[in-house]
């Protein structure tokens, strides 16, 4: 998709289709009421004869409007003008393009990335909007033969007084950047484990490593037994796929500058392992990898930006299987911190390979950590599918994260890490165990065992597993939490 920023007045663009916003109870926008002025009111005729109301969400494609350049009009509702906001503009942009991708419109001009949404700017419309048709047309074809109705809309531009055209040029490139660190997540996310294995997401990382100069190491089995990473090995050995760990360096920064760490849980396949999953939607566990598929795009995303500021992405890529060599309920291991942990449940694994991956993680001397991860059903039923929860040993640091989310629609809620839930986490044989009995605070208790490992730095956790994908009909990974962990990033570079 080719995206742009025009300043023409929307009578006089020449393409195939220019879209406008209609409030609720028939009040043309602005940009609307400009192109019926030189339509000689054409669309307040239609509105007056009650073809459109301006619900949110509804459109209307009108054809030969007189005394404009577009072959066609395409009304789009924006509900209340007094409750019109983020939510509504981002609907508003979403319902356009799904009205238009598969018509005959190659070219259009948006014309909505002008109405003022209260408490953002030009350049945030122009994000945004770009996030929003990005995720309205995204479709994941790679593994299909052929691709259902090859779709015409190519080129998409956004309207914007002189003014204000350049803040939007500068969002509009930062959107491009965020959708296409979120399309890589997308994909490796749609992939399924018998492709996207811990070897394959290795690859992808070195192959995005070559695209943005980043710096790429990936060690094997045998260099993680020398680091002690014990308990990251001991999820790997039912599985006949080897294990990897990923790190990914971009440096934008200054030399010295302490980095931004990223640690996402890239298990490739979730069977539960020995303590087996249910079969019932089992597929979804080939999502288990959307914290590592997650940090791949923010990676990507901030060289697309070339943010000034150090990053450094970690992926512990493992597949948890049941076979012969699995680990047992009950096995004790030692972790890379020299902390033991008893492994009472095997599904509760995200933890740990990712405690052995924050240890690592302190090698850095890092700004922060962000670790990322599906690592709970609790999640799921706390929050749903519209926040990731968020639980950190810094307020300031958790903070700054909630606001991403705020200003990205990428949103987190946090949750406490009070010493109350610690008292969860007690083992009578090794230093701590992986679950803690019971099914109470199960998200609050998966980010405790984590902060065991986090002393040393400030740290945060995103827990992701109800916000990576969605399930049903509609079942494909969404690309999340990739805008949050941008603008966090933006944020630090000084970009936001
Ligand atoms: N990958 C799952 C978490 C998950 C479950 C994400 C369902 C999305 C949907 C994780 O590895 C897991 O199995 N967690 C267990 C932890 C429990 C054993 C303490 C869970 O949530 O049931
Ligand atoms: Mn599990
Ligand atoms: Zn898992």
């Known amino acids: 998709m080719e995206f742009s920023i025009k300043s023409v007045g929307p009578d006089k663009a020449g393409c195939d289709c220019v879209v406008v916003g209609v409030f609720d109870s028939r009040q043309l926008s602005a940009p609307a009421q400009e192109v019926d002025k030189a339509a000689g009111g054409h669309l307040a005729g239609i509105l007056r004869r009650g073809d459109m109301e301006g619900k949110g969400g509804s459109t209307l494609l009108v054809h030969g409007v007189p005394g404009i350049a577009a072959s066609r009009v395409l009304l789009v509702g924006l509900g209340k003008q007094a409750e019109f906001g983020e939510k509504a503009y981002r609907d508003a942009v979403a319902a356009s393009v799904r009205a238009l991708r598969d018509s005959a419109s190659k070219s259009i001009l948006i014309t909505l990335s002008e109405l003022p949404v209260a408490g953002q700017d030009a350049a945030?419309?122009?994000?945004?909007?770009?996030?929003?048709?990005?995720?309205?047309?995204?479709?994941?074809?790679?593994?299909?033969?052929?691709?259902?109705?090859?779709?015409?809309?190519?080129?998409?531009?956004?309207?914007?007084?002189?003014?204000?055209?350049?803040?939007?040029?500068?969002?509009?490139?930062?959107?491009?950047?965020?959708?296409?660190?979120?399309?890589?997540?997308?994909?490796?996310?749609?992939?399924?484990?018998?492709?996207?294995?811990?070897?394959?997401?290795?690859?992808?990382?070195?192959?995005?490593?070559?695209?943005?100069?980043?710096?790429?190491?990936?060690?094997?089995?045998?260099?993680?037994?020398?680091?002690?990473?014990?308990?990251?090995?001991?999820?790997?050995?039912?599985?006949?796929?080897?294990?990897?760990?990923i790190v990914l360096q971009y440096r934008g920064g200054k030399a010295k500058a302490k980095p931004v760490v990223l640690v996402g849980k890239g298990i490739t396949?979730?069977?539960?392992?020995?303590?087996?999953?249910?079969?019932?939607?089992?597929?979804?566990?080939?999502?288990?990898?959307?914290?590592?598929?997650?940090?791949?795009?923010?990676?990507?995303?901030?060289?697309?930006?070339?943010?000034?500021?150090?990053?450094?992405?970690?992926?512990?890529?493992?597949?948890?299987?049941?076979?012969?060599?699995?680990?047992?309920?009950?096995?004790?291991?030692?972790?890379?911190?020299?902390?033991?942990?008893?492994?009472?449940?095997?599904?509760?694994?995200?933890?740990?390979?990712?405690?052995?991956?924050?240890?690592?993680?302190?090698?850095?001397?890092?700004?922060?950590?962000?670790?990322?991860?599906?690592?709970?059903?609790?999640?799921?039923?706390?929050?749903?599918?519209?926040?990731?929860?968020?639980?950190?040993?810094?307020?300031?640091l958790a903070a700054e994260l909630l606001a991403a989310g705020q200003t990205s629609g990428d949103r987190a809620w946090q949750l406490p890490l009070w010493d109350d839930y610690q008292e969860l986490l007690k083992s009578n044989f090794a230093d701590i165990p992986n679950i803690s009995g019971g099914r109470a605070a199960g998200t609050i208790t998966g980010a405790c065992f984590l902060s065991r490992f986090t002393k040393q730095y400030r740290w945060a956790h995103l827990d992701i597993a109800g916000t990576a994908w969605r399930s049903g009909k509609e079942k494909g990974s969404t690309g999340r939490p990739v805008p949050l962990l941008t603008h966090f990033l933006m944020k630090q570079a000084g970009r936001l």
């Open 269 to 396: 396949f979730d069977t539960g392992g020995i303590s087996l999953k249910p079969g019932a939607e089992m597929d979804e566990m080939k999502y288990d990898m959307s914290g590592a598929a997650s940090v791949l795009g923010a990676l990507r995303a901030a060289a697309l930006m070339q943010l000034p500021l150090n990053v450094v992405g970690i992926v512990p890529a493992v597949e948890n299987m049941p076979g012969g060599g699995a680990t047992r309920p009950g096995d004790i291991v030692t972790s890379m911190s020299g902390q033991t942990i008893e492994i009472l449940n095997t599904d509760a694994e995200g933890r740990l390979i990712l405690c052995d991956a924050l240890t690592y993680a302190g090698r850095f001397d890092p700004a922060c950590v962000v670790d990322v991860a599906t690592l709970t059903g609790a999640c799921v039923i706390a929050l749903g599918g519209v926040a990731s929860g968020l639980m950190a040993n810094d307020d300031a």
């Open 124 to 245: 945030w419309r122009a994000r945004q909007a770009v996030l929003a048709v990005s995720d309205a047309l995204y479709r994941s074809d790679q593994l299909k033969s052929k691709i259902e109705n090859a779709r015409a809309l190519s080129a998409i531009a956004f309207s914007a007084t002189a003014k204000e055209a350049r803040a939007a040029g500068a969002g509009l490139a930062q959107g491009m950047a965020i959708a296409q660190g979120m399309d890589l997540a997308r994909e490796l996310g749609n992939l399924p484990a018998n492709i996207c294995t811990p070897t394959y997401l290795a690859q992808q990382a070195q192959k995005l490593a070559k695209q943005h100069k980043l710096k790429c190491e990936v060690l094997d089995r045998a260099r993680m037994e020398k680091l002690g990473m014990g308990s990251l090995l001991a999820v790997g050995r039912g599985s006949h796929q080897p294990p990897r760990f």
